[in-house]
């Protein structure tokens, strides 16, 4: 798959996230806290998974260190926001440079308990992509349980096809 394909859904994961988080300006820091069932345990804890998580994976395609951080030094929404916004830069570069030689490349990943295993960085990317839809409907679920609108996930209409009703 090629540059397009993937530069579109992290541009859509991207859009939803930046729509989360004026979303979460509206609730208490008690409430972005709050223990959760599912996802990280919190709405807070769970945007800042989104942004470790995307960002780790990048780097290590890259050949380059994992974030090892841990979420205690970022429990404000503006720290998880300025953390996104550093990760960003190297994400989108990484991204918009994807070619479809990248595509079968192998990555070998060591598990906690020894075993490898092995994929390829197209599947990685397709994973981190799903990783984040999968989170974003975790917010939408604890959105609806506090009684309150979650952010549109809707694909359709953010401007993300060549072709586009403007």
Known sequence: MGRGFFANFFRYNWMVREDWYPWCEKLSEEELLQNRTGGMGSILHTLFHIVDVEWSWIRLLQGKTDFQESFDGYKNLNKV????AEFHLEVENFVNNWD????????????PDGKIVTDTWGEIMRHTIAHEIHHIGQLSIWAREIG?????????GRGLSSYSNK
């Open 81 to 84: 926001r300025k953390l996104d």
């Open 100 to 111: 479809a030689s990248m595509e079968d490349r192998l990555f070998y990943d060591t598990l």
């Open 148 to 156: 309150k609108k979650p952010v549109s996930a809707n694909l359709i």
